[in-house]
RNA sequence: UGGGGUGUAGCCAAGUGGUAAGGCAACGGGUUUUGAUCCCGUCAUUCGCAGGUUCGAUCCCUGCCACCCCAGCCA
C-alpha cells in the first residue's frame, strides 16, 4: 500500500519525502477557526488531513484556531466537533487550541524581541495601512521600527498587563517593508483586544495573529505537512520565517491545494453567516445549505461526502464542481444501504370498483430489488388507494406508459389496473379515477401472461398516513452567488418547496428506517429537527435519476 | 504596472519525450414489476496561444495570453 502510486501531488511529495526514512511520522492537522459552522469546503480538508495521515500510519490534531476572540465561541468548537466526528474522524486524545500555546507564543514574541527581530509599534491603524505601501509601491520603515530590543520589551509587558488600550500598540517582526510579498511587510505578531476569550478568559488581553500562532503551534504540535488553501501560499515565506527564528524544534512544511468551490452555492463562512443573521435560511443546518449540519439534516450519509472528496481530487487548479457529482454519490451510497418503500407526494384518489368494500389484501413487497438481506415488508391494497397525480395523464403521448383512459398499468407489488372513469369537479379538475384490477395479475404469482409497459407506485387511503415533506432544490439562481454584490438576489424562490404526501404505514411504525427510498420518487429522510409526536416532517435528500423528465424537457423544447 | 499561483473535454482529473487513464454530465442501446439500479457503447487527431529544440513535444526552451490570490491590528 506504502508503494502503491500516490493520488494526488501532495501525497506524492510526502511519499517522495518519507520512503527513505523508515522513523520518520506524518503528522497533520485540521485547523479550524471556531468562528462558523463547517461546509463541503472544510470537509475536503478533513478528509485530505485525517487520510493522508493514516495512510502513512500517522496522527492527525484537531486544533482549533481561536486567536481572535472578537469573532469565536464555544458553540462552534462543539459542532466542528460533532462534524468532524459524524464524517467518521478520530483525533483521540488531539484536540487542541492555539490558546493552549498562549504561554510559549508570548515567549516566542520576547525571543523575536531579544533578537532584535520585533518591535513595538506606536503607530495606529491607519498609519499602518499608510506606511505598507502599495502592490506596486515598496512601504517605509515605521519611526518606532528602531526601538531598542530593552524599550521593545518594557512596551511589550505593559501591552500584555493591560497599560495601553486597543490599537494603540501592536508587536510587529522587523522583517522588510520593501518586500514584493506584502506579507512580509513587517506584518503585526501581537494585537490589544480587551475582549475575554471563550477559552482563556481574561488572562490575556493580547492576542497572537494567525501567521505567527500557525506556524508556531504546528511546530508545537510536531506537525509535519501543514496542508492549507492556495490564499495561503505567499504567507508561507512568513511560516518559515517564524519557524526559523523562533528556532523551534520541529519544522513543518506547509503544502498548498485548492479550496473547494461548488456551482450554485456557498463555500465562505462569512457569506453563510450573512443568510442566517438575514434569516433566508433556516440556521446553519438549513438542508439547503452545503454545510455538513444542513447535509446531514438532508440525508447525506458520510460515506458519501467522503466519496465525493475522494472523487474531485487535490490540486492547485481553480474549481467549480458541479452539484451533480455530490449528488451523485449521495445516490450511489444510498442505493446501497436504503430500504425501498411507497408514498404518494401528490395523492389522486383511486377506487377499484371490482374490489370488495372491506377487503384488505396483504401483499408482500421486497425491501430493497437487489440485495434480499433486506427482507420483506407486508403492505395492504384496499378498495381506495392513491396514486401520483403525474402517473395518469388524460391525454397522454405514445411515451408514456404510465395510466391513461381505457388503459393499463401495474401497481408495484399488487395488481394490473384499468383506468374505467375520470371523475372531475365542477371546475374540470380530476377528482378521482375509477379503476377495476385484473385478479389474475397479482404480483409474483405469474398466473397471467398479460403485459403492461408501466409499474407505478400507491398506497392504501386506510393504510397510510399523511406527513410533511420538504423538497429541495438549489438555493441559489446563479453559478457563482459569493461573486454578487446582493446575495438575496440570487436566492431561487423555489429552493423550498412543502407537500402534504401519503406514505406507506409501515414507515409509521416502530422501528422504521430514518432514512429510505420512495420508489420511482426519490430518497427521504425523517427531520428529527422538526418532527414531533403529533407531525412528521421528512427531507428529500434526492430524487432519483429521472430520464423521463429528460424526454419530457426534450419534447417541451421542440414545442 | 510589484509579488505569488494556475491553464488537459461542459465540470473534475491522470499522464509525461514515443503518439491523451478514470469519474460526473451528455448521447445511443440492452436487462428490468422503480422511466431507478445494472450492463454495453459513443464522447480531446489534441493538452491556453505562438514560435523553437527533436526522428518525434501535452511534456523541454523562449515569448505571449487568460484567470485566481495578496495592500486586516481576520483566519
Known amino acids: 500500500?506504502?508503494?502503491?502510486?500516490?493520488?494526488?501531488?501532495?501525497?506524492?511529495?510526502?511519499?517522495?519525502?518519507?520512503?527513505?526514512?523508515?522513523?520518520?511520522?506524518v503528522i497533520t492537522r485540521f485547523p479550524p477557526e471556531p468562528n462558523g459552522f463547517l461546509h463541503i469546503g472544510h470537509a475536503k480538508s478533513i478528509c485530505l488531513n485525517f487520510a493522508v495521515a493514516n495512510e502513512n500510519k500517522g496522527k492527525t490534531f484537531l486544533r482549533f484556531d481561536d486567536t481572535n476572540p472578537l469573532k469565536e465561541d464555544d458553540i462552534y468548537v462543539q459542532s466542528i466537533k460533532e462534524d468532524?466526528?459524524?464524517?467518521?474522524?478520530?483525533?483521540?486524545?488531539?484536540?487542541?487550541?492555539?490558546?493552549?500555546?498562549?504561554e510559549n507564543l508570548y515567549q516566542a514574541a520576547i525571543k523575536l524581541i531579544n533578537k532584535g527581530l520585533a518591535y513595538v509599534d506606536s503607530l495606529n491603524a491607519n498609519e499602518i495601512r499608510e506606511y505598507r505601501g502599495t502592490l506596486t509601491e515598496p512601504g517605509k520603515d515605521s519611526p518606532y521600527r528602531n526601538r531598542s530590543p530593552e524599550e521593545n520589551l518594557e512596551l511589550f509587558k505593559r501591552m500584555k498587563n493591560g497599560e495601553f488600550s486597543d490599537g494603540e500598540m501592536i508587536l510587529r517582526a522587523k522583517i522588510d517593508m520593501k518586500s514584493p510579498n506584502m506579507n512580509m511587510r513587517d506584518p503585526a505578531i501581537y494585537r490589544i483586544r480587551k475582549h475575554a476569550h471563550q477559552r482563556t478568559a481574561d488572562k490575556w488581553c493580547i492576542y497572537p495573529m494567525y501567521d505567527f500562532a500557525h506556524a508556531l503551534s504546528d511546530a508545537y504540535e510536531g506537525i509535519t505537512y501543514s496542508l492549507c488553501t492556495l490564499e495561503f501560499e505567499d504567507h508561507r515565506p512568513l511560516y518559515n520565517w517564524f519557524i526559523e527564528q523562533v528556532e523551534t524544534e520541529h519544522r513543518p512544511r506547509q503544502i498548498e491545494f485548492s479550496r473547494l468551490n461548488m456551482a450554485y452555492a456557498l463555500t465562505s463562512k462569512r457569506k453563510l453567516h450573512g443568510l442566517i443573521i438575514n434569516k433566508i435560511v433556516d440556521g446553519w443546518d438549513d438542508p439547503r445549505l452545503v454545510t455538513i449540519s444542513g447535509m446531514r439534516?438532508?440525508?447525506?450519509?458520510?460515506?458519501?461526502?467522503?466519496?465525493?472528496?475522494?472523487?474531485?481530487?487535490?490540486?492547485?487548479?481553480?474549481?467549480?464542481?458541479?452539484?451533480?457529482?455530490?449528488?451523485?454519490?449521495?445516490?450511489?451510497?444510498?442505493?446501497?444501504?436504503?430500504?425501498?418503500?411507497?408514498?404518494?407526494?401528490?395523492?389522486?384518489?383511486?377506487t377499484i370498483q371490482n374490489f370488495e368494500n372491506d377487503k384488505v389484501e396483504v401483499l408482500e413487497a421486497q425491501n430493497h430489488p437487489q440485495i434480499p438481506e433486506f427482507g420483506m415488508r407486508k403492505i395492504s391494497f384496499t378498495k381506495e388507494l392513491y396514486i401520483e397525480r403525474s402517473d395518469f395523464k388524460e391525454d397522454a403521448p405514445r411515451k408514456f406508459h404510465r395510466l391513461k383512459?381505457?388503459?393499463?398499468?401495474?401497481?408495484?407489488?399488487?395488481?394490473?389496473?384499468?383506468?374505467?372513469?375520470?371523475?372531475?369537479?365542477?371546475?374540470?379538475?380530476?377528482?378521482?379515477?375509477?379503476?377495476?384490477?385484473?385478479?389474475?395479475?397479482?404480483?409474483?404469482?405469474?398466473?397471467?401472461?398479460?403485459?403492461?409497459?408501466?409499474?407505478?407506485?400507491?398506497?392504501?387511503?386506510?393504510?397510510?398516513?399523511?406527513?410533511?415533506?420538504?423538497?429541495?432544490?438549489?438555493?441559489?439562481?446563479?453559478?457563482?452567488?459569493?461573486?454578487?454584490?446582493?446575495l438575496e438576489k440570487t436566492i431561487n424562490p423555489d429552493s423550498l418547496k412543502t407537500v402534504q404526501a401519503k406514505l406507506e404505514d409501515s414507515l409509521g411504525a416502530e422501528?422504521?428506517?430514518?432514512?429510505?427510498?420512495?420508489?420511482?420518487?426519490?430518497?427521504?429522510?425523517?427531520?428529527?429537527?422538526?418532527?414531533?409526536?403529533?407531525?412528521?416532517?421528512?427531507n428529500r435528500t434526492v430524487t432519483l435519476r429521472d430520464s423521463w423528465a429528460k424526454i419530457e424537457k426534450a419534447a417541451m423544447s421542440q414545442g
Not at 468532524?84 to 498562549?102: C, K, M, N, P
Open 1 to 25: 500500500m506504502k508503494d502503491s502510486k500516490p493520488r494526488d501531488f501532495i501525497r506524492q511529495i510526502i511519499h517522495d519525502e518519507t520512503k527513505n526514512q523508515d522513523s520518520r511520522k
Open 84 to 102: 468532524v466526528s459524524w464524517l467518521g474522524f478520530d483525533w483521540e486524545d488531539r484536540l487542541t487550541f492555539a490558546s493552549d500555546y498562549f
Open 297 to 350: 439534516r438532508r440525508g447525506y450519509p458520510p460515506n458519501a461526502i467522503l466519496d465525493f472528496c475522494e472523487r474531485i481530487g487535490i490540486t492547485k487548479k481553480d474549481n467549480y464542481i458541479e452539484m451533480g457529482v455530490l449528488e451523485n454519490s449521495v445516490r450511489e451510497e444510498l442505493g446501497d444501504t436504503t430500504q425501498r418503500r411507497m408514498g404518494v407526494l401528490d395523492p389522486l384518489k383511486v
Open 405 to 486: 383512459p381505457g388503459g393499463e398499468v401495474r401497481l408495484r407489488y399488487a395488481y394490473i389496473i384499468k383506468c374505467e372513469e375520470v371523475i372531475k369537479d365542477s371546475s374540470g379538475n380530476i377528482e378521482e379515477l375509477i379503476c377495476s384490477y385484473d385478479p389474475d395479475t397479482k404480483s409474483g404469482t405469474g398466473k397471467s401472461d398479460k403485459k403492461v409497459k408501466g409499474t407505478i407506485h400507491w398506497v392504501s387511503a386506510e393504510h397510510s398516513f399523511d406527513a410533511e415533506i420538504r423538497l429541495y432544490d438549489r438555493l441559489f439562481k446563479v453559478h457563482n452567488p459569493a461573486a454578487s454584490d446582493d
Open 511 to 538: 422501528g422504521a428506517p430514518p432514512s429510505f427510498q420512495l420508489e420511482r420518487t426519490g430518497y427521504f429522510c425523517l427531520d428529527t429537527k422538526l418532527s414531533n409526536e403529533k407531525k412528521r416532517i421528512y
